[in-house]
């Protein structure tokens, strides 16, 4: 096996670690987590904000990918969005699973404002797994791909997206409804 710098990892080192952490690859494996961890750190501090949290979770996905490297397909997404999808999905869990255990009063909705449609979330899981991601993404315009991106990996909301890149609240909704659409349509072909 090749010498992998544990910074600055290419996305083909990526993806060579992780092939080779599910055929078994200890040595692997603790490359690609000295490689790939401060980026899914990041991506686990940005949703969840609690630095104690974020390391929880973090050891949690390095738990799965080593059970579940298996499941990696590199013709369907790169090993850094898999990482990352991945992390990025349990701190959400973990986020939910707090405000679930904060609610002591159930809230009944009702019928007229349950939303059964699915999500930007499942939408972008649900294609990482069925579906070439990555392929798809590039077909977005280089900006809104970026926004995508960034609203994804990093958790960010509506209005730090806007602020980054300095374009009115208004239209970057309307930029990433457009474009979680353009994917939705480009993941069902």
Same mark, same amino acid.
């Given at each position: !096996?090749?010498?992998?710098p544990?910074?600055?990892?290419l996305?083909?080192?990526?993806? #060579?670690? &992780?092939?080779?952490t599910?055929?078994?690859?200890?040595?692997?494996?603790e490359?690609?987590y000295?490689?790939?961890?401060?980026?899914?750190?990041?991506v686990?501090?940005?949703v %969840?904000?609690?630095?104690?949290?974020?390391?929880?979770? %973090?050891?949690e996905?390095?738990t799965?990918?080593?059970? *579940?490297a298996? #499941?990696f397909?590199?013709g *369907?997404?790169?090993a850094l969005?898999? @990482?990352? !999808? %991945?992390?990025r999905?349990?701190?959400?869990d973990?986020?939910r699973?707090?405000r679930?255990?904060?609610?002591?009063v159930p809230?009944? @909705?009702?019928?007229?404002?349950?939303d059964?449609t699915p999500?930007?979330?499942? &939408?972008?899981?649900?294609?990482?797994?069925?579906?070439? @991601?990555?392929?798809?993404l590039?077909? &977005?315009e280089?900006?809104?791909?970026?926004?995508?991106?960034?609203?994804?990996?990093?958790?960010?909301?509506y209005e730090?997206?806007?602020?980054?890149?300095?374009?009115?609240?208004?239209t970057?909704?309307?930029w990433?409804?457009?474009? %979680?659409?353009?994917?939705?349509?480009?993941?069902?072909?």
């Amino acid at each position: !096996m090749a010498d992998f710098p544990e910074r600055d990892i290419l996305a083909d080192d990526a993806d #060579q670690l &992780l092939l080779a952490t599910a055929r078994g690859d200890h040595l692997a494996f603790e490359r690609l987590y000295k490689a790939t961890s401060p980026r899914l750190y990041a991506v686990c501090l940005r949703v %969840l904000t609690q630095r104690s949290e974020a390391e929880d979770v %973090l050891q949690e996905v390095y738990t799965n990918v080593w059970r *579940k490297a298996v #499941q990696f397909d590199p013709g *369907k997404a790169g090993a850094l969005t898999w @990482l990352s !999808m %991945l992390a990025r999905n349990r701190a959400i869990d973990r986020l939910r699973a707090g405000r679930n255990e904060r609610q002591s009063v159930p809230i009944d @909705l009702g019928p007229e404002l349950i939303d059964d449609t699915p999500g930007a979330e499942q &939408l972008a899981d649900a294609a990482l797994q069925a579906h070439g @991601l990555d392929v798809c993404l590039e077909e &977005l315009e280089p900006q809104r791909r970026t926004l995508i991106r960034t609203a994804f990996f990093e958790g960010c909301t509506y209005e730090e997206l806007a602020t980054r890149s300095q374009t009115p609240l208004g239209t970057v909704k309307s930029w990433i409804r457009r474009s %979680l659409a353009k994917l939705k349509a480009c993941l069902e072909r």
